[in-house]
């Protein structure tokens, strides 16, 4: 190999990708010892979550009812002290103007871990009746147990219950990273945004996609494949994408919808309607309706 010109090739490869034209909406500057929120650092605190909210089944095994006020003290701390610290480097990442030596931050991020963590009982009686509704729909499921430990769905809707409420305190950037995780592990995609009722359940869940202005009430159950999609919106007057805007469908209370059903659009789905697997609805249901595919004769030929 010519090493002269292999020389100049890296060179000039060097100079073309640190050219500021290339980078421009690509490049991150960074504040004097700033960090982005690191995933794998998310990762390990809504496991401590986990283990906060289901003593047994996930952190220490150990754990008995003499013994859980010290273990869920211990995880409550460290949950606070590693929260913070992303909670700060998220405020730190949307704010390109915040110094790393801002307290008012700082103290923002511990305020918000605060509110976090003091919200966990009521995550926790929340979570409970998504795995009732779980163990209740399911007669494969042994006991609520199983579903705790073992159904994707179930850590699925766990990510998004924490996602959505550090969603609700306005943590940016860091609610979809938590939900982007159980994505990644499940198949699973529930944006933070949406809002979603008590006793939800999702039956084995590949492929399932819930927007960020779906409204979902209680008692809901879906199944694999079920897409809640946003409707296309026009651009702006000046060419720009619209955002911020309600654009996905609302489902009313005891509402099922069967596999690989698709709705679309800010479309209203009555209380008790029932939607079949493999079908598009694009508009309103009333409650208590049955929706399917047009029956087909089947002839012989």
Same mark, same amino acid.
């Given at each position: &190999?010519?090493?002269?010109?292999?020389?100049?090739?890296?060179?000039?490869?060097?100079?073309?990708? =640190?050219?500021?034209?290339?980078?421009?909406?690509?490049?991150?500057?960074?504040?004097?010892?700033?960090?982005?929120?690191?995933?794998?650092?998310?990762? =390990?605190?809504?496991?401590?979550? +986990?283990?906060?909210?289901?003593?047994?089944?996930?952190?220490?095994?150990? $754990?008995?009812?003499?013994?859980?006020?010290?273990?869920?003290?211990?995880?409550?701390?460290?949950?606070?002290? *590693?929260?913070?610290?992303?909670?700060?480097?998220?405020?730190?990442?949307?704010?390109?103007?915040?110094?790393? /030596?801002?307290? /008012?931050?700082?103290?923002?991020?511990?305020?918000?871990?605060?509110?976090?963590?003091?919200? @966990?009982?009521?995550?926790?009686?929340?979570?409970?009746?998504?795995?009732?509704? &779980?163990?209740?729909?399911?007669?494969?499921?042994?006991? %609520? *147990?199983?579903?705790?430990?073992?159904?994707?769905?179930?850590?699925?809707?766990?990510?998004?219950?924490?996602?959505?409420?550090?969603?609700?305190?306005?943590?940016?950037?860091? %609610? +979809?990273?938590?939900?982007? &995780?159980?994505?990644?592990?499940?198949?699973?995609?529930?944006?933070?945004?949406?809002?979603?009722?008590?006793?939800?359940?999702?039956?084995? *869940?590949?492929?399932?996609? $819930?927007?960020?202005? =779906?409204?979902?009430?209680?008692?809901?159950?879906?199944?694999?494949?079920? =897409?809640?999609?946003?409707?296309?919106?026009? %651009?702006?007057?000046?060419?720009?994408?619209? +955002?911020?805007?309600?654009?996905? %469908?609302? @489902? *009313?209370?005891?509402?099922?919808?069967?596999?690989?059903?698709?709705?679309?659009?800010?479309?209203?789905?009555?209380?008790? /309607?029932?939607?079949?697997?493999?079908?598009?609805?694009?508009?309103?249901?009333?409650?208590?309706?049955?929706?399917?595919?047009?029956?087909?004769?089947?002839?012989? &030929?």
């Amino acid at each position: &190999m010519d090493r002269q010109r292999h020389n100049d090739a890296l060179r000039d490869t060097v100079e073309r990708l =640190s050219d500021e034209g290339s980078y421009t909406q690509l490049f991150h500057a960074y504040c004097e010892e700033e960090e982005l929120p690191s995933g794998k650092v998310l990762q =390990s605190l809504v496991e401590l979550c +986990r283990a906060i909210l289901f003593p047994g089944y996930y952190g220490q095994a150990r $754990i008995t009812g003499q013994t859980i006020r010290f273990h869920t003290g211990v995880s409550v701390e460290q949950l606070f002290a *590693g929260l913070s610290k992303q909670i700060y480097a998220g405020l730190c990442f949307a704010n390109a103007s915040q110094t790393i /030596a801002s307290q /008012a931050a700082k103290a923002k991020a511990e305020q918000i871990a605060e509110a976090f963590i003091c919200g @966990l009982p009521a995550l926790r009686s929340l979570l409970a009746t998504d795995a009732e509704a &779980m163990f209740d729909n399911d007669p494969a499921a042994q006991n %609520p *147990g199983e579903v705790i430990f073992c159904y994707p769905g179930f850590r699925a809707i766990c990510n998004y219950r924490i996602a959505h409420t550090l969603y609700q305190l306005k943590v940016p950037f860091i %609610p +979809r990273m938590i939900t982007e &995780m159980a994505h990644s592990e499940t198949g699973i995609d529930i944006h933070p945004g949406a809002t979603i009722g008590h006793h939800f359940s999702i039956d084995h *869940g590949t492929g399932t996609v $819930i927007g960020e202005t =779906s409204v979902i009430g209680n008692y809901v159950r879906i199944f694999q494949g079920v =897409s809640l999609a946003g409707a296309k919106l026009p %651009p702006d007057e000046k060419g720009n994408t619209i +955002r911020g805007v309600a654009r996905h %469908p609302i @489902l *009313g209370d005891h509402v099922t919808v069967y596999s690989n059903a698709t709705l679309i659009g800010k479309i209203h789905i009555g209380d008790g /309607a029932t939607i079949c697997g493999n079908v598009w609805v694009a508009e309103d249901v009333p409650a208590g309706a049955t929706v399917s595919q047009p029956e087909r004769e089947n002839k012989l &030929m």
